[in-house]
């Protein structure tokens, strides 16, 4: 998983981060479940996903923030979309009635996939964050709802 996710550092239209956190650091900071990885038939990992809550405050305990990464040698083979489906389910049974994605505007494989998914652009966070290298970054926040969790 760090390789992958250092793959997607590197890459430069993934994340704002600069580093591989710990493990530790990394689990601490996601929801215990959904957290996905996708292997293939010997073992090795094509890619991952998971969940960060958006806020410590009770009310939103329902809605996080989707990250998914897969490894570069495996994109556009569908393993992407496993990943993301599957954790739409699986946010849904743990009680997620909201999901959002920030992804920058250059990467059009996620918003392509996000989209095919049910996931709606609701706004660009313009300017939001600064890159390593001094770069100012926009940031697309797309978000779904559950037809199902939080509709009462």
Known sequence: MARIYA???AGGNAT????????ESWRAARAQEPCLVARD??????GWAALTPVSARPVYRGVGAV???VDPLRTR?????VLLVTLLERSEQAGFWTLQAGIFPE???SIALHESCGFRL????????????GRWRDVMLYERRSETV???
């Not at 704002?16 to 493990?23: A, K, R, T």
């Not at 083979?77 to 979309?81: D, E, Q, S």
């Not at 966070?125 to 600064?130: A, D, V």
């Open 7 to 9: 793959e997607g550092i």
């Open 67 to 69: 990250s998914i990464y």
């Open 107 to 109: 990467n059009k494989a």
């Open 16 to 23: 704002f981060e600069h580093s591989v956190p710990s493990w």
């Open 122 to 133: 609701v706004g660009t966070h313009e300017r939001i964050g600064e890159m390593p290298d």
């Open 41 to 46: 038939g010997s073992g090795a990992v094509l």
């Open 77 to 81: 083979m569908g393993v992407g979309r």
């Open 150 to 152: 939080g509709r009462g």
